[in-house]
């Protein structure tokens, strides 16, 4: 039961998409976030590798990935295909460094 188990982990980690809302893109979780208006900060993890973005009253303000910040992080954190993320309480002291629409920034990434 056990081998069942961790094989079923690995088979859905290998087939894509993000643990905590299963079959969803890391595009559609920020897009979910951002039409309902939210206030958050997501928390991104891919491996060893941690990322954040922070989304205020549904505009994505800031990303935070390895060594890049901004509009930067936000698309390195976009190519990856596979994860868990986790939604934290918003940061309203957080400082705005993206200023592309959630729509714009979703858009160049594809």
Request: proline share 2%; glycine share 8%.
């Amino acid at each position: 039961m056990f081998l069942e188990a961790v094989d079923s982990l690995l088979q859905r980690e290998s087939s894509g998409g993000f643990r905590g809302v299963q079959s969803k893109s890391l595009m559609d979780i920020i897009q979910m976030e951002c039409l309902s208006q939210s206030s958050n900060v997501l928390r991104i993890t891919n491996g060893v590798l941690e990322a954040r973005i922070w989304i205020q009253g549904g505009l994505v303000i800031d990303a935070e990935a390895q060594d890049l910040t901004g509009e930067a992080a936000f698309r390195r954190i976009l190519r990856w295909k596979t994860g868990s993320f986790e939604l934290l309480p918003a940061d309203p002291a957080r400082a705005r460094t993206i200023f592309t629409s959630y729509q714009g920034l979703l858009l160049e990434s594809a």
